[in-house]
């Protein structure tokens, strides 16, 4: 089969950080496939290549590595398109192609009307089959998610359709679920019974001014909060499903979303310096605080605390789940540690347990102590990336991975109250903690875990 990778916004960040290497790996294990890649940056693909593709990149990359000048603007911009693609099958008896869309939203519409009039017109007496990829945010809000869909669904049918949310490629998102379902002395404990709260804590220290024209139409809520938590948070508290395969998981995700209320204790910042540069005032949210809650039987009670946002003092990416104390109300001994589990994303992934033992050459005197599984040390640093992983899963047809509709309309609802552009918001100093961070602590009655 010739398989084919037509990669809209081809000189992208996306394309060049990520997706480059994941294809180059990929090709590496033995997946048979070319890249066409598509821009405007570049006249030709030797000037792509110059600054697009690393020194290191392997030849049999930059042999299935191909470069289209092309402006979606021009009305005839899809004639050389099909012309590249017809001289790239050639006269194979079996094709697929599959269309990366590491583009805006907003274009979405005129790349599917151009895909369709490539389609119509393509010179292959062949067996053809086609895949799209979108990138998040699927949308803007619910309403353009919506109307996005069925865009999509005029040239490709949902089980072509692959929406990506990276996140869903990493090794802890995956290990969420063997955690919980392959363990019975987690899954004994894993609801209200036992869990008193849930932490979610994403730091960044980088800010977003050198791709503000971008961020400016996002936001913090669209960048991360609508899509990475929500799925982190359906990962965390859905029933065990029948199997593991992505019919039956997104039934259980869709059940979590659906039982969260749309957020209302929430509060939203942006750093100071956002925009300095810009020569215009810039009101995007960079930092957001909230609670929400999973109204499900097993997990009805908990709350769940979230913060993340950009320009913080240091990188932290990590999940704390913790158990309730009954052993020191019993005991009324305020000095025996609360159990938890501590999933850290980054700067490395580790899952640590916190458990109490005795101290030694002590009269029952307990400490606090952890147990922990690091990624690295025990599978070896060579885990794929995240990309790799989602890359992989579409060239083997596999929808695993990738969030249905149904999860992103209800994502969408959950945050459409934080996405009201009349509210007030914090300017927080560059490498703080926002005030509304700790005030949503204090009122909760609770401590941020780092």
């Keep these: 089969m010739k398989r084919m990778v037509i990669q809209f916004g081809g000189t992208g960040d996306l394309a060049q950080k990520k997706l480059y290497p994941a294809y180059a790996h990929l090709m590496e294990q033995g997946f048979d ?46 004639d050389p398109l099909r012309e590249k693609i017809n001289a790239i099958i050639d006269n194979s008896d079996e094709v697929e192609l599959i269309y990366y869309m590491a583009l805006q939203p907003s274009l979405y519409e005129e790349a599917i009307r151009q895909i369709q009039d490539v389609d119509s017109q393509l010179s292959c007496n062949c067996n053809l089959s086609k895949k799209i990829v979108v990138e998040k945010p699927f949308g803007f809000d619910l309403e353009s998610a919506q109307r996005y869909n069925t865009i999509l669904l005029k040239a490709f049918d949902d089980r072509e359709i692959y929406r990506v949310d990276h996140y869903l490629g990493k090794e802890f998102m995956q290990n969420l679920l063997i955690l919980r379902f392959h363990n019975d002395i987690i899954r004994s404990i894993w609801d209200n019974r036992s869990i008193e709260s849930i932490q979610i804590i994403f730091d960044e220290t980088h800010g977003v001014d050198q791709r503000l024209g971008f961020y400016e139409q996002i936001g913090v809520v669209r960048d991360t909060i609508q899509n990475h938590i929500m799925q982190i948070i359906t990962y965390l508290t859905m029933n065990e ?3 593991l395969t992505p019919e039956d998981i997104a039934v259980e995700k869709v059940k979590v979303l659906r039982s969260i209320a749309p957020i209302t204790e929430f509060h939203t910042g942006r750093y100071e310096s956002l925009g300095a540069n ?16 999973v109204n499900t039987y097993y997990f009805a009670g908990v709350p769940i605390y979230i913060r993340t946002g950009k320009m913080q003092s240091d990188a932290k990416s990590l999940i704390y789940v913790k158990f309730r104390n009954t052993t020191q109300q019993v005991m009324h001994d305020t000095s025996i540690g609360e159990n938890g589990v501590i999933i850290t994303i980054h700067p490395e992934l580790t899952i640590d347990i916190s458990m109490n033992l005795k101290e030694p050459d002590t009269s029952w005197k307990s400490k606090p102590v952890r147990f922990r599984f690091n990624q690295a040390e025990t599978f070896g640093a060579n885990t794929p990336e995240a990309y790799e992983q989602i890359v992989k899963k579409i060239l083997q047809g596999d929808k695993s991975l990738f969030p249905s509709m149904r999860e992103i309309t209800e994502s969408w609802r959950i945050v459409t109250p934080m996405l009201e552009e009349d509210r007030h918001m914090e300017v927080y100093p560059v490498r703080t903690l926002p005030r509304f961070a700790t005030e949503l602590a204090k009122k909760n009655a609770f401590t941020w875990f780092a």
């Design 241 to 243: 499903p029948a199997t």
């Design 33 to 78: 496939f070319t890249v066409l890649a598509l821009g405007r940056r570049f006249s030709n693909r030797k000037e792509f290549l110059a600054a697009m593709v690393s020194d290191q990149m392997p030849e049999f990359f930059l042999e299935r590595l191909q470069y289209l000048y092309y402006d979606m603007a021009d009305p005839h911009a899809t």
């Design 278 to 293: 810009s020569g215009h005032v810039v009101s995007t949210p960079t930092y957001a605080a909230l609670t929400l809650s």
